[in-house]
């Protein structure tokens, strides 16, 4: 059974999204961290003939229905 990475580069994705990390600032600009998660969400993907669970984006899910990647609900 393929990794995950490899089914991604399959589907022409990149790697994995990161959390993005930055700072709230206030009026008085103090910072305090605040870190933004990728909407992960876990879909079924046809390749090949055969299914595999992967978590995609929200993003990635638009791109992959623009291309007419098949993706099943859960």
């Known amino acids: 059974m393929p ?10 994705l990149g790697p994995r999204p990161k959390p993005m990390f930055g700072n709230n ?18 879909k079924w993907v046809v390749l090949d003939g055969q ?4 978590k995609l984006t ?8 623009k291309r007419g990647v098949s993706l099943l609900a859960d």
């Open 3 to 12: 990794s995950s990475d490899q089914i991604r580069a399959k589907l022409g």
């Open 58 to 65: 929200a993003r990635e899910i638009r791109t992959l229905d």
């Open 25 to 42: 600032r206030s009026h008085a600009l103090n910072a305090t961290r605040k870190i933004s998660k990728p909407n992960l969400q876990n």
């Open 51 to 54: 299914r595999y669970r992967i």
